[in-house]
């Protein structure tokens, strides 16, 4: 438990990215839900230094029953949403998740409303590289964008 406290104690912007090998996630965060809404939305940027591909293909917290990945993307006009089996990300690439259309977590079943401030474990399962733990900031969509754009200025 200590461990998570100092966790929390870290300034705002600098140390929420996470490394599994040569990848790197930076600012996950949530978008807030309020109790009449049973799903939630969660994102992240994920980079991969080396050459290889990652490839996400599930995630799970405690603060929904399951996750799921979603793609948002224009057909004939209308936004839909899909799930996925999985997202690849090549070698070199930053995979930006941002609310409002692309790749995305769909918290589904929310165990408790998300409120900007909150703070929850997110696990991430990646093909052959194992998972991580990290940890989701409820924030604004366009708090969290820009403080996820930020993480990429700091480098």
Do not use: C, W
């Not at 839900?33 to 049973?38: F, G, K, R, S």
């Not at 990652?54 to 948002?72: I, K, N, Q, R």
């Not at 052959?128 to 480098?155: L, M, N, P, Y």
């Amino acid at each position: 438990m200590l461990a998570a406290g100092l966790l929390l104690a870290t300034p705002a912007l600098a140390h929420h990215e996470y490394r599994l090998g040569d990848v790197r996630i930076a600012h996950p965060f949530a978008t807030p839900a309020p109790p009449t809404v049973p799903h939630g939305a969660a994102y992240l940027d994920i980079t991969v230094e080396g050459d290889e591909s990652a490839v996400l293909v599930g995630a799970s917290t405690p603060a929904s029953e399951s996750v799921e990945l979603h793609d948002m993307a224009m057909e004939d006009g209308v936004m839909r949403m899909r799930q996925v089996a999985q997202i690849e990300v090549p070698g070199g690439i930053i995979q930006t998740m941002r609310p409002g259309g692309g790749y995305h977590l769909m918290l589904i079943n929310l165990v408790a409303p998300l409120k900007e401030g909150d703070r929850f474990p997110l696990t991430l399962e990646f093909a052959e590289r194992g998972e991580i733990v990290v940890e989701v900031r409820v924030q604004s969509a366009g708090e969290g964008s820009a403080d996820a754009d930020a993480h990429h200025h700091d480098h």
